[in-house]
């Protein structure tokens, strides 16, 4: 089983939409959560970044993180086209350090006008 | 705003050749880190360092890999007698690894 399952898409909305983006985890280890943007050759920028279970929010984006389902989600309201990117969840557990990442493999989001 | 630096942004070497990969961290940053990403795949961790020392290394950073802080401000990855399969991007990641390089795209022919 893969430590971290990500939908690879592509996900194709239209501008306006909820986009509502997951990741499943088998680590029971995992403590914290984050989300990246990633453009097409360009290294991953950090968007979220949530400790343990619960919600977060900062403008038009939401994390959910629920660890009883090892389930983690991102949304995005009010979608634009510069919102297009792969979407990588990546967590980490307390005893190795919070940045040794492990990655999902990311979800690609295309937000036509 | 701080970013971090990596540089070249493409390197091109062939089999069998030594390259080094460079970084300039955040100024104020502690830990740095190497992760590669080959084409398709996903984010995969190399190495972190922290106080002039690897502190925990992957699977994949075998011998055939090294990291150094030259100076205060460059940390740079090694990779000795580069095969096919090392063609990735490779980024730089500082202090908890929430800042991530724009990355070195290495080919390998």
């Known amino acids: 089983q893969k430590e971290v399952e990500q939908d690879p898409g592509p996900l194709s909305v239209p501008e306006g939409a909820i986009v509502s983006l997951n990741c499943t985890y088998s680590?029971?280890?995992?403590?914290?959560f984050m989300w990246y943007r990633q453009y097409s050759r360009k290294g991953p920028e950090l968007l979220m970044y949530?400790?343990?279970?619960g919600n977060k929010e900062d403008g038009r984006f939401t994390a959910q993180v629920d660890k009883s389902s090892k389930y983690i989600s991102l949304f995005i309201r009010d979608s634009q086209p510069s919102d297009s990117a792969t979407y990588l969840c990546?967590?980490?557990?307390?005893?190795?350090?919070?940045?040794?990442?492990?990655f999902g493999k990311g979800t690609m989001l295309l937000v036509s006008p | 705003e701080p970013e971090v630096t990596q540089t070249p942004s493409h390197q091109v070497t062939q089999m069998g050749q030594e390259v080094i990969l460079r970084c300039v961290p955040i100024?104020?940053?502690?830990?740095f880190y190497w992760y590669r990403q080959i084409l398709g795949q996903k984010v995969e961790f190399l190495v972190s360092?922290?106080?002039?020392?690897?502190?925990?290394k992957s699977e994949i950073f075998d011998d055939q890999f090294s990291v150094e802080r030259p100076d205060g401000s460059n940390f740079t990855l090694k990779i000795r007698s580069t095969k096919l399969e090392d063609s990735a991007m490779y980024f730089c990641?500082?202090?908890?690894?929430?800042?991530f390089g724009q990355g070195t795209r290495l080919t390998v022919v």
């Open positions: 990546a967590m980490s557990s307390m005893n190795s350090g919070y940045s040794t990442l492990t």
């Open positions: 680590n029971s280890a995992f403590q914290y």
């Open positions: 360092f922290y106080n002039n020392e690897i502190s925990e």
């Open positions: 990641a500082s202090s908890e690894g929430g800042f």
């Open positions: 949530t400790y343990s279970s």
């Open positions: 100024s104020n940053h502690l830990y």
